[in-house]
């Protein structure tokens, strides 16, 4: 039998790392999730709280510290752009001294480190659909560069670790990913036209939605990352994990009055700057070297998030 590892999530109370904490004591890993609760909610990790291999650490990770662990997913840093918008001076530090701080860790006690980048990355890109080799498109100076530039240098960080101090290091570039357990106030379009749709509310779209994005399912994303942890020390990455399936987010809208049968209208607010005008990922890395395939297509995702909606506001 394999022996039981010590991982260490980050970010581990917020939408990604809550399900990637259930997945990883599901396999029988320890686990310790450390958050400092900006975006994230003990009400995501709750019912883990009285599970013997699962710790919780309440900590920023702009700020050192020294734990002993085998493997450590790197997810602390806010992903909406409401909420990375909101203090944008501590997303970037979240991002750069966050990963420093962790990437601290992994040198010292030898542990393998994955980096939650993202499909920001790219910027709004001219190559499409996007490959990891593509260097991107991102404004340097406008309001998203805080979370694009952040995680711009925190890649950097980790091949530098990697190359200079031999890191075991993995980067997984996130595209769009929802699911149960995003939160009311996040702000990203998916629980927002859900919410919206439930409480009869207007669907707010961003400019003209003919702009596109690629959903991926919570499930698929986490069973993305955990392959990429497990494959050998060759494989670093960067490596897009996503559901290729592209939809503009007027269909989305659509969509989710369809399965919601909600009577809302749609109304169009102002396109906010430097929003990605379209977004896919090519993701013959991740079906060549982890064999992996989103496998849940985007109407059972609504549905079993309009579920988990349902629930959280009756
Ligand atoms: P989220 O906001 O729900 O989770 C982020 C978590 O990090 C929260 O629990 C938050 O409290 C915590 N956090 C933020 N700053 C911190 C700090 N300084 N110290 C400690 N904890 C801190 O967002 P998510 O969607 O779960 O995203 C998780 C990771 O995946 C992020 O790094 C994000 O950039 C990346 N990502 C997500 C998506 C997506 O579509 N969900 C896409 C691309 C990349
Ligand atoms: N969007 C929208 N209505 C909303 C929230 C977002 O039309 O209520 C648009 C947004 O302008 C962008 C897309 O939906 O074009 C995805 O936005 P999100 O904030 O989810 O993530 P992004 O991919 O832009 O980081």
Same mark, same amino acid.
């Given at each position: @039998?394999? @022996?039981?590892? +010590?991982?260490?999530?980050?970010?581990?109370?917020?939408?990604l790392g809550s399900h990637l904490c259930d997945f990883l004591i599901a396999q029988g890993e320890e686990v310790i999730c450390l958050d400092n609760f900006f975006t994230g909610s003990k009400d995501n990790i709750r019912h883990l709280l009285s599970h013997e291999r699962f710790e919780l650490i309440r900590h920023d990770i702009i700020n050192p510290i020294y734990l002993e662990v085998d493997e450590i997913y790197s997810l602390a840093c806010p992903a909406s752009p409401v909420h990375y918008q909101y203090n944008p001076i501590k997303t970037i530090k979240t991002s750069i001294l966050g990963t420093?701080? *962790?990437?601290?860790? &992994?040198?010292?006690?030898?542990?393998?480190?994955?980096?939650a980048s993202t499909s920001?990355?790219?910027?709004?890109?001219?190559?499409?659909?996007?490959?990891? $080799?593509?260097?991107g498109r991102v404004n340097p100076v406008g309001i998203r560069s805080c979370y694009?530039?952040?995680?711009?240098? &925190?890649?950097?960080? @980790? @091949?530098?670790?990697?190359r200079q101090n031999g890191v075991r290091i993995k980067i997984a570039r996130i595209f769009n990913t929802y699911g149960p357990r995003m939160a009311l106030n996040d702000g990203r379009v998916v629980s927002n036209l859900i919410l919206q749709a439930l409480r009869g509310e207007d669907l707010t779209i961003y400019g003209d939605? $003919?702009? *596109? +994005? $690629?959903f991926c399912y919570v499930e698929d994303m986490i069973a993305g990352l955990a392959q990429l942890m497990n494959t050998p020390d060759d494989c670093?990455?960067?490596?897009?994990?996503?559901?290729?399936?592209?939809? *503009?987010?007027? &269909?989305?809208a659509e969509e989710v009055l369809r399965l919601t049968g909600s009577k809302s209208r749609i109304v169009?607010?102002?396109?906010?700057?430097?929003?990605?005008?379209?977004?896919k990922p090519d993701i013959t890395q991740a079906r060549n070297r982890l064999k992996w395939n989103p496998s849940i297509p985007l109407e059972e995702g609504l549905?079993? *998030?309009?579920e988990y909606f349902q629930n959280t506001l009756s």
């Open positions: @039998m394999a @022996m039981k590892k +010590r991982v260490l999530v980050t970010g581990g109370a917020g939408f420093i701080h *962790t990437l601290g860790i &992994a040198k010292r006690v030898r542990a393998k480190i994955l980096l920001e990355v790219y910027g709004d890109p001219e190559e499409h659909p996007q490959g990891e $080799s593509y260097w694009d530039e952040g995680k711009r240098a &925190a890649e950097c960080l @980790m @091949m530098d670790y990697h939605g $003919s702009q *596109t +994005r $690629s670093i990455g960067p490596m897009n994990i996503g559901n290729p399936v592209e939809f *503009t987010i007027l &269909a989305l169009h607010h102002p396109l906010p700057q430097d929003d990605p005008v379209q977004r549905r079993r *998030t309009i």
